[in-house]
């Protein structure tokens, strides 16, 4: 208070009053969080957690009635509670400024509220102790704000990464377009396949653009494919799709599989083909993540459908339409289009659907389907078919459940149903004549007793298939007797890998659970050690479980098994409420088995590691590039009979209320429905677990060894109730989506929540270059030249299952003509 407000007795009062105010609701304040916390505290305790809780709401308590008392030790009660609270934070995270966030800011502010009532103490205190007191309240909060900035600051310097080798910059090769025949159709000026090649490496020899120009590429066109969700879809778009460019025109797939023609160096529009999918036929997601080309052998260039472009749809129809007109292929199954629902048995629409390209081999296109996760043990089956991409005849179909067939089942009968089924994207080497699959799960995800032999022999594998024939050469499982839902979601990759010997021609395999491993790709042996290492036990089918699961001796990409410590939010109390879900839940490490009397953690969760993005390998340099995610899963089965209470139904039953849907999945014909808390979220929106959420590693290719890792991603789109904060902090947000790598010494990539485009220096990890997309980048960029002139290009779509906003607009960057 002044001299002034002193001498003016009206003045004096009404400072008193709010003085007296402001002390009085901190100490309301303070009591309240002191109730909570030392009640939570005590919970935590009795369940062998952190001590540090409940002492610290006692003395929440305490400063909080002191401070409603009038007692100045209430203050200092505080300040000594909020040193108390660096300290600790100190032992348990260190300088690690993410993890420091919720057990320090808050405190911090309201240390601050704390030492601005110290003027309700004036007429206790001699006007000495008053100037003490302002002194005090000025310089507290400055010291509070500063240690917090530098604890924070300090943990987000990032230490100089290892260098890879530089990338050898190399002139760009003419590619021309595919035709049928054993070589591989590589990226060059073209980027032909989905993955730039058969080979799925996703790098282009392209080279114009480095990391010394690359600050000035500028958007060169877009045009938008129109296709935006309505009211019943507008939770249900996740488009993913990746363009093909061949010969100066590019070809683009819509949510709903509109495939558009537009001119490779301009963007306008030549043609479009609409194959009219309902709504209803919608699976978890409308995603068209490519298409196919194919060039007809033999066919002179002014026929119809020489070229043509081969897709699936989701409502599971396999569709030929000529790559010039964009007019159906008359020759090609019926009209144009074949019915895949052919031998599937009973389905409704949504349940069994095409969201991959097909992988062309040697005339063959073979295709697999999304079966709409954890619906019931009696779903569609996961058959893989191989159709001749000139007729569109069945070649043969790899059923797993009839080994012995090859085409269409019997009269009456239909593919054994439930298999695992391969919703991704494959890879092949045409030279050998293989398709390698990357399969999923049997139906159902979280409950294996009734699994058939064949299934536990191929669930979550990767299989090579002859594609002359149909059959299985080898298999390589990833995951025994899977019970998580780790299913193979990354196209794998092809490389001639380098050894003592000379090259060894390999396939490259991301899992979810972070695991790379490299086999050789005519055998299937592994080229680097993999350790079965002994696997929790219990849950509800202990006796099914396996006793071992395998683990990678080249790389991986999971962490250490969380910890108390690791738990998060946006305050105090979250991360006070998190702990007290951490010592709750079963948790044994990786593969800790379902549990129903218990929720259980499942780390990494079912979109940890590599997803359906996969990775990138620069086959020049020797450096491979994986962007991947780190988040738990917070499940617990639901009996049967709880589950048909709570409203859960398949989706041939009617499916569930939407409401039940957020809750997990029926799993029908099991003794349990399914409850997963993807990414184990709050009701803020926050994870209970610390960031970084996704990072982006690249590794050396020969050995494993890992070059650099960073966090990718920034909190700017991103904050609690899906409020975006506008920090321009790197976080490390989820991604979704894969990264393309080029001979001019960059990595492209999108794939996180805060809607950008970046380009990474692949010797440093440093990000060179960034734009903002006008929607969700949950998608791969790919790159081409035409005229001269390299692109990249990205349909950035949004997602509904990472809640970025949804769009329609395929985008073109290139540097300035001339």
Not at 62 to 77: D, F, R, S, T, Y
Request: aromatic content about 10%; charged content about 15%; proline content about 8%.
């Amino acid at each position: 208070m002044t001299d002034a407000a002193a001498n003016n007795p009206r003045r004096a009062a009404r400072h008193r009053g709010i003085a007296f105010w402001w002390r009085a609701l901190i100490g309301i304040l303070l009591i309240v969080l002191g109730v909570l916390i030392g009640g939570g505290g005590a919970w935590l305790v009795a369940l062998g957690g952190s001590w540090y809780y409940l002492p610290a709401g006692i003395a929440l308590l305490l400063a909080g009635i002191l401070l409603l008392a009038g007692n100045m030790a209430g203050v200092w009660l505080y300040l000594l509670t909020w040193l108390a609270t660096l300290a600790w934070a100190y032992w348990e995270v260190g300088f690690d400024g993410w993890a420091l966030m919720p057990r320090v800011l808050a405190p911090t502010v309201i240390l601050i509220f704390v030492l601005l009532a110290i003027p309700a103490f004036r007429n206790r205190t001699g006007r000495g102790n008053r100037n003490a007191a302002y002194v005090t309240g000025l310089l507290l909060p400055v010291i509070a704000l500063g240690a917090f900035g530098f604890l924070h600051i300090n943990a987000l310097a990032q230490s100089q990464p290892a260098q890879p080798p530089a990338p050898a910059a190399q002139p760009a090769p003419n590619s021309a377009p595919p035709s049928q025949d054993a070589a591989v159709h590589q990226a060059g000026n073209d980027w032909p396949v989905y993955g730039g090649s058969e080979l799925g490496t996703r790098y282009s020899p392209l080279n114009q653009i480095t990391a010394a120009n690359v600050s000035k590429l500028t958007r060169a066109w877009s045009f938008h494919t129109g296709d935006m969700p309505n009211g019943a879809t507008k939770d249900l778009y996740s488009p993913e799709n990746t363009p093909l460019e061949i010969g100066g025109h590019l070809y683009a797939c819509s949510a709903k599989d509109i495939v558009i023609s537009a001119d490779a160096r301009t963007g306008k529009e030549e043609w479009r083909y609409d194959p009219k999918v309902s709504d209803n036929a919608i699976p978890y997601g409308a995603s068209c993540r490519g298409v196919a080309y194919f060039s007809v052998p033999g066919a002179n260039a002014d026929q119809a459908c020489a070229t043509r472009i081969i897709f699936g749809t989701l409502d599971a129809r396999l569709i030929a339409i000529d790559a010039k007109t964009g007019k159906p292929c008359q020759d090609f199954g019926q009209q144009g289009s074949v019915d895949l629902n052919q031998g599937i048995g009973e389905t409704v629409p949504g349940w069994y659907s095409v969201t991959a390209p097909p992988t062309i081999v040697r005339g063959i296109a073979v295709v697999g389907a999304q079966v709409k996760d954890g619906q019931a043990k009696n779903a569609p089956s996961g058959v893989i078919r191989g159709y001749n991409a000139v007729t569109g005849k069945l070649a043969w179909a790899w059923d797993m459940g009839h080994p012995d067939r090859t085409g269409t089942p019997p009269a009456g009968d239909t593919y054994f149903r439930g298999t695992p089924n391969m919703w991704t994207v494959a890879a092949a080497d045409p030279q050998l004549g293989y398709v390698y699959l990357p399969l999923g799960n049997a139906a159902v995800d979280y409950y294996g007793v009734d699994r058939k032999d064949f299934e536990n022999q191929y669930n979550s594998s990767l299989v090579a298939i002859d594609v002359t024939t149909g059959k299985p050469v080898w298999h390589f499982q990833t995951v025994h007797h899977d019970l998580w839902d780790y299913d193979l979601g990354s196209q794998p990759t092809l490389v001639d890998f380098p050894a003592v010997t000379g090259k060894i021609p390999a396939i490259i395999v991301p899992s979810k659970q972070g695991q790379i491993y490299v086999l050789d790709r005519k055998t299937g042996k592994p080229l680097f050690p993999v350790e079965e290492r002994k696997a929790p036990s219990g849950g509800v089918e202990p006796d099914k479980l396996s006793k071992t699961q395998p683990y990678s001796g080249y790389a991986h990409l999971d962490q250490p098994a969380l910890t108390e410590k690791d738990m998060w939010g946006m305050s105090p109390l979250d991360q006070l409420y998190c702990r007290i879900q951490f010592h709750r839940a079963s948790y044994q490490g990786e593969y800790t088995p379902p549990t129903v009397d218990r929720p259980f953690i499942q780390y990494p969760g079912y979109n940890g590691g590599s997803d359906w993005g996969s990775i990138a390998v620069d086959t020049d340099s020797g450096v491979l590039i994986a962007n991947y995610n780190d988040m738990p899963n917070y499940d617990q089965l639901i009996p049967r009979k709880k589950a048909d209470e709570m409203g859960f139904k398949p989706i041939d039953k009617g499916g569930s209320p939407k409401k039940v849907k957020d809750i997990g999945d029926p799993q029908a014909g099991s003794p349990y429905a399914i409850a997963v808390n993807a990414g184990w979220r709050l009701s803020t929106g926050l994870l209970c677990s610390k960031p970084p959420y996704g990072h982006i590693r690249a590794i050396d290719l020969k050995t494993g060894r890992t070059l650099w890792d960073q966090p990718l991603g920034s909190a700017e789109n991103n904050g609690p109730f899906g409020i975006p904060s506008m920090l321009p902090l790197t976080i490390g947000t989820p991604n979704n989506g894969g990264p393309l790598v080029t001979a001019g010494g960059l990595i492209f990539i999108a794939a996180t929540t805060d809607n950008k485009l970046r380009a990474i220096d692949i010797k440093t990890g440093k990000e060179v270059w960034q734009a903002d997309l006008p929607a969700g980048g949950q998608t791969t960029p790919m790159t081409y030249e035409a005229d001269g002139r390299q692109y990249v290009v990205i349909a950035p779509g949004g997602h509904h299952f990472m809640e970025t906003k949804v769009g329609d607009e395929v985008i073109a960057y290139a540097l300035p003509a001339g």
